[in-house]
Each structure stands twice: as C-alpha cells, then as structure tokens.
C-alpha cells in the first residue's frame, strides 16, 4: 500500500497502524509522513557506506596480489592501510559520557543470553531467565556426571546438594562451619542465625543477608548478596528435595542471565515482510508485557508468561522489590541488508537496518511507560556489522534521527558496539567515540571476527586450519585489546564488556571449567546459549569480582596493534590429503546441517551435530566462517572444486541421517539438483569469495525466498 513515497506490505502497515502505534500517543499519518521522509534522506548514506566497503576490500585484494611473491613486509603493510583510510588516526584520550544506565548494564556483571525474536517460547524463556534453580541446572547437565538413565539418580542428586553447599562456603561462608552440616536457618535481631549442631552461628560477612519470605523463627526463603548478584535460599520442608534435607532447604535459586539480546539478526531467518512481521509481534509483546504462548509438555498444555517481580522483607523490615526478568537489549540487523517490506520511491527495498529502529524503538515507548524493561528509559540496540568508525557515525546519525521522529529525549536510545569486523577493531576506539554519549556496550565474537579476517585478508594466501584460530597471534590480541580499550574509555561501572558464545550447549561440565576465563578477562558479561547455562556460568561471577578485575587490568601492558593485524595464514601449506579433507568434511558439515533448517524451514538457530556428533549452536556467525574457511582453500587451490562438492555430497547424506527423526526434514542427498537447501550451502562456498565481507545473508535470503515462492 502507498504511504507517502513508500510501498509498504499491507501486512505490516496494519501491524504497525493497529498493534504497535497505539498507546504511544503518536498520531500514524504524523509517523508515516516523517518516517517517509526520514528512510529517504538516510539510504543514500547506507547505500555509500556499503560502496566504501567494496572499494576498500578491492584495493587490499589488489595490494596483497601485487605482493604475492615478496617477502610480507609489515610496515609497508601498515602504511597501505593507513593510506587507504582503513586504519584511521587515533585521537585524544575521553571517556564515555552515557547517562541513564540501567544497573544490569552499569554495575552487575553476569551472563547475557541471546535469544533468537522470532520464537515466543525461546524469547520468554530467555527474558524469564533472569532467576534459575542452580539444583536443577546442576542435575539436568553433566557438570557433576551424566545419568545413565532416564529413572531418578539419588546419588547425583546428593552431589548436587553437596555442590552448591560447598559454593555457598566459598562465596558466603560462615564464621564457623560449613552449610553442609546447618541444621536451621532463622532471622534473630536482624540478622541470619544459622544453626550447626545446635550452636548458633552466622555469616562471616553479616551484610551479605539482606532480606527473607515467610516467619522469622520458619522462615520460606533467605535472600542473600554477593558481587552486587541475589541468591534465593529456599526452605520448604513439604517438598520431595526439603523433607529430606537436615535443613529442608529445597532449592537455591540464583540471579542468572542479568541481560538477554532478543536477536533480529544472526539467529533467525527474515527475509520478508512476514518474517519481519513474527519478529517486531514478539518483541512488541515483551516491551508491553504481555507476550505469551501455548506450550505442552509431558502431555499437558499451559501458557508461559513474563515472570513477575519478585518480593521479599529486608531486613529492618521494608520491602524489597527484585526484577523477575532479565534486561531486554534488542539486535538489529547491520548496514548491509534490504528487505522488501517496503520499497523505497527508486523502487529499491528499504535497508532493514533502517527499519529495524524505527520499528523496534516504536514498540519500545511501551516500556518507556510501564517501566517493566528499563527504570531509566533507556532503550538498547546492539548493532552488529558495523565496518569502521564512520559506519558507527551514521549509526548515531540514524537513532538521532528515530528519536526525532519518534518525539523521544536525544541518548534514550543506547547502541551496543559488536566488535566483530576486522576495520573496527583496528580503530575500535574512534568507533566509541562516535557514539560516546549513547554507547553502553562492547564485544568480542570469534565467529563473525574470524570471518572478516579471512575474508579480508582472502588474497594473502591459504587461511590455517579452523581449530588454530584460537590460537593465532590476532585472536589474543584482539580479546585482550577489546578490554583495554573499553576501560580506557572508561567502560568500568557505566558500560558492559563482553565476551563471545559458548557454543556446546550440552557440554556444560567443560562449560564450566573454561568459561571463567571470561569474567577473569575483564568482561563484565558474556554470551551463554541456554537458561541453563546462564545460572551454571553466573556461579563464576559469584567466585570472581568483574569489577576488582578490570581494576587490576588497566594497569597491565596494553595490546599492540601490530600483533592484532598479523594475519592467520599458513606458510606453507604442505597437509596431507586426509587432513584437508578432515578440515573440509568438518566445515561442510557444520554449513549443510545450518543452512538446510535455515532454507527448508526457516529456522536462523540451530543444535547441529558435528563431524563428531557434539552438538553445535550454530548461527549466521558460524556459518559466514565455515563457508569462507572453505572458499578460501578452494581459491588457493588447497583442494579442488570437485573434491569440495564431493565432500559436500557425502556431509549431505550424513545430515540427512542425522535428522531422520525430524518430521519437517527434507532430505538433501534424494535429489541434489531440486534441493534449494543444498544449491545454498553450495553457493556459500563456490560463491564464497564475492560475497560483500563473506557474509551469507544475500545468498541465504535469496535461496529462502526462492523455497517460500515454491512451497
């Protein structure tokens, strides 16, 4: 339907006319007039940013093959760079400025989910997942031992108990005893007595109690503080767990995942107005509180909500008042993609990161009233994508001009920087300082980073095996170098640092031992993939002050450059047949079993088994490395193109049988011509190094609107 000089789908403009735009107090026609005119002076701008892109990668592919057989000098290196405007000039010192923080962001460090928008029940889930039963994500998870069997298993449960007995020793421990042998948890005069062989003993930090549920001498709950994070003791001696423990306690409930990003972008798969419709629905309904689906499980049906707050006596006997959910931080997607819920007046689709804010900022205002989400009428928008400091700059220019349109304060909408491409890294700290006084988040992700530095680099010479990434001289550098920069600009207690995905969900014992390395890094948050994982990974921030640590951080020696930019390839690549081949089958496996749910059925996130049957999240981000990793020996002749569709027709038949329980599976290997899903992940790879930056949305999207127009 025409509106002003815009065609947009009817579908939508109903929904934005009828569910998101009352109640804000925004007269439509008034919205679509300068929303109009608002797209139309900002696309040409997107539009020359993503040419600026292209001509930079066009200039570093010619310098590297016009240097293919000299010795890699790195000063040279650096000043072509620096020439091109790649690497920018670095300004003065400053320090962020952004005010009306909210404290999950500020002060409390945590885990931070990402969830994917486009389903209700993961997006509930995930907002609900702000509190969670350390009992039960100790029980259900190999961090102790796996059940051998679906029947109860009373000795891990004993060790679960012992588990988290032998934590609270270490974060709240008593001034004599142990909380494995209390017998009785009551409040006398204030404070928590806690009774041990019939003595009365108390916490060795008294402070640390601060509020309680039910009778003082019975009490139903103990409300105890730690790391500026809440743990719930729960005392029901009615319960299978409480009767049975010398103290009753049944559960202990911890503050899990403090913030979660509901995701636009790398998890899920939006191609069109429809698509885009589901997502902006979801999120409206967190924003207004009431989202809500049907869910059936064990054979019974119930709805799932939005948990409430939750209410406890403080101490000297006033209320206290908890936040049930976690923090909503809502993703756009980045500069590049268009979507063709609207045309523009040229006939060109509008660019979704565009529509991205205006929509999602529009369903925010509903928070701004009812103040469930943010207390400080803030609203979040991680921006993933985002190539340098000037494509930071339009980003600001963007949300001044959706705060404009919308009637909003200048800096109520907060951007989240993603530090995953290769040209923001490098100038990260110019990139902050275009958007010092709204930014209130940083973030490092293998994936995506290690994507554009392959891709990047593509005409440098064969990429070295996937598994060595982690290991690379730029890997280091640039997680080291994320925090010392944020700190620099004075990120500490106003702004979240962040760390990457755990992408084993099933692998929670391994979780456990390694993911500390996050909080020990300086990062005052970090991805985790489940609920669960949220409430086993926050027991790190309980054992581990963030912020004590970032203090300690700044005053080592900073991150060098240099070191950032030397570049993963391998010298001489002379791998055995079978090691290429390894290499190969593990990356094909990872993009057919991603990219036949993303084309056949739409899903963005998914639990794929790898070459060795562990289960993988695997993503957008995941996929753009596989597919480049794989493009990038095809083109320096590591492998031949009929041994890489080979190996691509043999992953495909595993696949298939790897989901021959998924009544929805269409298999690949059937018919290789008529499958979509197979041509896609094929182009991901023959098509690979044409690919704007190497992501895989273009190619993706148009596969998935070609299986939408055949279904």
């Known amino acids: 339907m025409k509106k002003e000089n815009l065609r947009v789908d009817s579908q939508l403009l109903d929904f934005i006319n009828s ?18 005119e608002a797209v139309h002076n900002l696309t040409p701008s997107n539009k020359k940013l993503i040419k600026i892109r292209e001509e930079i990668q066009k200039k570093i592919d010619k310098w590297h093959l016009s240097k293919k057989d000299t010795t890699f000098d790195r000063d040279e290196y650096f ?13 003065e010192d400053f320090k962020i400025a952004t005010s009306n923080v909210d404290e999950e962001i500020s002060s409390i460090a945590g885990p931070q989910l990402v969830v994917p928008v486009d389903n209700a029940r993961y ?305 990260l700290k110019e990139c902050i300082r275009k958007v010092k006084e709204r930014v209130v988040f940083i973030n490092t992700g293998f994936l995506d980073r290690t994507g554009d530095e392959m891709h990047t680099s593509f005409e440098a010479g064969p990429m070295i095996f996937k598994s060595e990434m982690k290991k690379s001289t730029w890997l280091n550098t640039y997680e080291d170098r994320n925090v010392d920069i944020g700190l620099s600009c004075g990120f500490s207690g ?45 027991v790190h921030y309980h054992k581990l002050n963030v912020f004590k640590k970032q203090s300690e951080i700044q005053t080592r020696k900073k991150a060098k450059l240099e070191d950032l930019l030397k570049i993963p390839k391998a010298d001489r690549p002379n791998w055995s047949v079978d090691d290429i081949n390894k290499e190969l089958e593990n990356n094909a496996q990872g993009i057919l079993g991603y990219v036949v749910r993303w084309i056949d059925q739409g899903v963005g996130c998914s639990k794929v088994p790898d070459i060795n049957n562990v289960g993988l999240m695997e993503d957008r981000a995941t996929l753009r490395i596989s597919s480049q990793h794989m493009a990038n020996w095809l083109h320096h002749n590591v492998c031949t193109k009929d041994q890489v569709m080979n190996v691509m027709k043999k992953m495909a038949s595993i696949v298939d049988k790897q989901n021959i329980k998924d ?17 896609a992940a094929c182009d991901l790879v023959f098509k690979g190094k044409e690919q704007p930056s190497g992501y895989t949305e273009p190619l993706l999207h148009k596969r998935r609107l070609e299986k939408k127009a055949n279904q």
Request: net charge neutral; hydrophobic share 35%; aromatic share 8%.
């Open 123 to 427: 997006a509930l889930n995930a907002a609900n997942a702000r509190w969670g039963s350390l009992y039960d994500s100790l029980y259900g998870t190999d961090v102790i031992s796996k059940n051998t069997s679906g029947a109860f298993d009373q000795e891990k449960a004993k060790k679960v108990v012992d588990y988290v007995r032998d934590f609270l020793d270490k974060i709240s421990p008593i001034d004599q005893g142990s909380w494995r042998d209390i017998s009785k948890l009551k409040i006398e005069e204030k404070n928590l007595t806690i009774v041990i062989n019939d003595k009365n003993r108390h916490l060795k930090n008294k402070k640390q109690f601060i509020g309680f549920n039910g009778d003082k001498n019975n009490p139903t709950s103990i409300l105890l503080k730690n790391n500026n994070l809440h743990i719930d003791i729960i005392v029901n001696p009615n319960s299978s767990v409480g009767k049975n423990d010398l103290a009753n306690i049944s559960d202990v409930i911890i503050e899990s995942a403090i913030s979660t990003i509901v995701d636009n972008e790398d998890s899920v798969a939006a191609v069109d107005s429809e698509d885009k419709i589901k997502c902006y629905r979801n999120w409206l309904g967190l924003m207004k509180g009431t989202l809500q689906t049907e869910i059936e499980k064990n054979g019974k049906k119930f709805t799932r909500k939005l948990n409430p707050d939750r209410n406890y006596i403080g101490v000297d006997g006033s209320k206290i008042v908890l936040h049930g959910r976690a923090l909503l931080l809502n993703r756009n997607v980045g500069h590049l993609m268009t979507n063709p819920a609207i045309i523009l007046s040229d006939g060109s689709e509008i660019p979704e990161g565009i529509m991205d804010a205006f929509v999602s900022t529009l369903c925010a205002i509903h928070d701004f009233k009812n103040k469930k989400n943010s207390r400080t009428g803030s609203f979040y928008i991680v921006k993933p994508k985002m190539h340098g400091p000037d494509e930071v700059g339009f980003t600001n220019e963007l949300f001044e001009k959706v705060e404009e349109v919308l009637g909003l304060k200048k800096y109520s909408i907060k951007v989240g920087i993603m530090d995953e491409e290769r040209r923001t890294t490098v100038n």
């Open 663 to 679: 009544k929805n599976y269409q298999p690949m290997a059937l018919d290789f011509e008529k499958s979509i899903a197979f041509a």
């Open 19 to 36: 569910e998101v735009i009352p109640g804000t107090g925004i007269d439509p026609d008034n919205f679509w007039i300068k929303f109009d």
């Open 494 to 538: 106003k702004a979240q640092i962040g760390k990457g995905m755990w992408a084993m969900p099933d692998r929670m014992a391994d979780m456990m031992e390694q993911k500390i390395v996050h909080p020990k890094s300086g990062a005052n948050c970090a991805w985790v993939p489940s609920p669960t994982a949220a409430t086993l990974h926050a």
């Open 79 to 91: 000043n072509f760079l620096k020439s091109i405007n790649y690497i920018v000039e670095e300004k």
